[in-house]
Protein backbone atom coordinates (compact mmCIF):
# COMPACT_ATOMS: atom_id res chain seq x y z
CA UNK A 1 0.00 0.00 0.00
CA UNK A 2 1.14 3.21 -0.69
CA UNK A 3 -0.10 6.72 1.70
CA UNK A 4 -0.17 10.01 0.44
CA UNK A 5 -0.51 12.88 2.51
CA UNK A 6 -0.61 16.37 1.22
CA UNK A 7 -0.70 19.66 2.25
CA UNK A 8 -0.22 23.57 1.54
CA UNK A 9 -4.09 24.02 1.10
CA UNK A 10 -5.70 27.65 2.28
CA UNK A 11 -7.47 30.68 1.03
CA UNK A 12 -5.29 32.95 -1.04
CA UNK A 13 -5.97 36.04 -2.97
CA UNK A 14 -6.52 35.96 -7.21
CA UNK A 15 -3.95 36.60 -8.40
CA UNK A 16 -1.27 34.80 -5.42
CA UNK A 17 0.28 31.58 -5.06
CA UNK A 18 0.09 28.83 -3.10
CA UNK A 19 2.44 25.25 -2.92
CA UNK A 20 0.98 22.14 -2.24
CA UNK A 21 2.76 19.04 -1.18
CA UNK A 22 2.42 15.43 -0.99
CA UNK A 23 4.17 13.18 0.88
CA UNK A 24 4.35 9.26 -0.43
CA UNK A 25 5.14 7.14 2.09
CA UNK A 26 4.85 2.75 2.29
CA UNK A 27 5.59 0.43 -0.50
CA UNK A 28 6.76 3.65 -2.82
CA UNK A 29 8.96 3.36 -5.68
CA UNK A 30 10.65 6.22 -7.64
CA UNK A 31 9.43 4.47 -10.94
CA UNK A 32 5.75 6.05 -10.13
CA UNK A 33 4.03 8.84 -11.90
CA UNK A 34 2.53 11.31 -9.56
CA UNK A 35 -0.58 13.81 -10.27
CA UNK A 36 -2.90 16.17 -9.29
CA UNK A 37 -6.54 16.16 -9.43
CA UNK A 38 -8.73 18.62 -8.39
CA UNK A 39 -12.97 18.67 -7.60
CA UNK A 40 -14.92 21.42 -7.04
CA UNK A 41 -18.23 21.75 -5.39
CA UNK A 42 -20.91 20.02 -7.99
CA UNK A 43 -18.25 19.32 -10.27
CA UNK A 44 -16.43 16.14 -11.44
CA UNK A 45 -13.17 15.50 -10.62
CA UNK A 46 -10.50 16.97 -13.16
CA UNK A 47 -7.00 16.05 -14.25
CA UNK A 48 -4.62 19.14 -13.42
CA UNK A 49 -1.17 17.32 -14.00
CA UNK A 50 1.21 14.42 -13.87
CA UNK A 51 4.99 14.28 -13.95
CA UNK A 52 6.40 10.91 -14.34
CA UNK A 53 9.47 9.09 -12.01
CA UNK A 54 12.37 10.94 -13.49
CA UNK A 55 11.01 14.50 -13.08
CA UNK A 56 11.46 15.30 -16.49
CA UNK A 57 7.96 14.75 -18.18
CA UNK A 58 5.29 16.34 -16.98
CA UNK A 59 1.88 16.86 -18.66
CA UNK A 60 -0.72 19.20 -17.81
CA UNK A 61 -4.19 20.41 -18.48
CA UNK A 62 -5.16 23.32 -20.55
CA UNK A 63 -6.59 25.39 -17.91
CA UNK A 64 -3.42 25.54 -15.41
CA UNK A 65 -0.64 25.27 -18.15
CA UNK A 66 1.65 28.02 -17.89
CA UNK A 67 0.55 28.90 -14.77
CA UNK A 68 1.06 25.75 -12.77
CA UNK A 69 4.03 23.77 -12.49
CA UNK A 70 4.54 20.41 -11.10
CA UNK A 71 7.64 18.68 -9.63
CA UNK A 72 9.21 15.94 -7.47
CA UNK A 73 12.05 15.12 -5.10
CA UNK A 74 12.32 11.35 -4.87
CA UNK A 75 14.61 11.28 -2.15
CA UNK A 76 12.09 12.51 -0.30
CA UNK A 77 8.91 10.82 -1.89
CA UNK A 78 7.65 13.64 -2.35
CA UNK A 79 5.56 15.64 -5.11
CA UNK A 80 4.91 19.73 -5.20
CA UNK A 81 2.36 21.55 -7.34
CA UNK A 82 3.41 25.42 -7.52
CA UNK A 83 0.04 27.65 -8.18
CA UNK A 84 0.64 30.93 -9.54
CA UNK A 85 -1.66 33.58 -10.81
CA UNK A 86 -4.62 31.82 -9.10
CA UNK A 87 -7.88 32.45 -10.15
CA UNK A 88 -11.05 32.07 -8.66
CA UNK A 89 -12.23 29.03 -10.78
CA UNK A 90 -9.05 27.32 -9.29
CA UNK A 91 -11.21 26.83 -6.27
CA UNK A 92 -11.45 23.05 -5.51
CA UNK A 93 -9.96 20.08 -3.30
CA UNK A 94 -7.04 19.10 -4.45
CA UNK A 95 -5.81 15.74 -4.51
CA UNK A 96 -2.84 13.98 -5.27
CA UNK A 97 -2.54 10.16 -6.76
CA UNK A 98 0.06 7.91 -7.44
CA UNK A 99 0.26 4.97 -10.22
CA UNK A 100 3.28 2.92 -9.76
CA UNK A 101 5.58 0.61 -11.95
CA UNK A 102 4.70 3.04 -14.79
CA UNK A 103 5.99 6.12 -16.83
CA UNK A 104 3.32 6.69 -18.83
CA UNK A 105 1.38 10.13 -17.92
CA UNK A 106 -2.13 9.67 -17.91
CA UNK A 107 -4.79 12.17 -17.33
CA UNK A 108 -7.58 9.74 -16.36
CA UNK A 109 -8.15 9.40 -12.86
CA UNK A 110 -9.53 5.80 -12.98
CA UNK A 111 -5.63 5.01 -13.80
CA UNK A 112 -4.13 6.17 -10.44
CA UNK A 113 -4.58 3.42 -7.50
CA UNK A 114 -3.79 5.65 -4.56
CA UNK A 115 -4.91 8.86 -3.41
CA UNK A 116 -4.61 11.64 -0.80
CA UNK A 117 -6.99 13.18 1.50
CA UNK A 118 -7.67 16.56 -0.75
CA UNK A 119 -6.69 19.70 0.89
CA UNK A 120 -8.84 22.66 -0.25
CA UNK A 121 -7.81 25.68 -2.08
CA UNK A 122 -9.86 28.97 -2.24
CA UNK A 123 -9.29 31.58 -4.26
CA UNK A 124 -10.90 34.99 -3.01
CA UNK A 125 -11.99 37.51 -6.46
Known amino acids: QVQLVESGGGLVQAGGSLRLSCAASGRTHSSSALGWFRQAPGKEREFVAV????????YYADSVKGRFTISRDNAKNTVYLQMNSLKPEDTAFYYC??????????????????WGQGPQVTVSS
Open 97 to 114: AARLFTTALSPRSGDYAY
Open 51 to 58: IGWSGSST
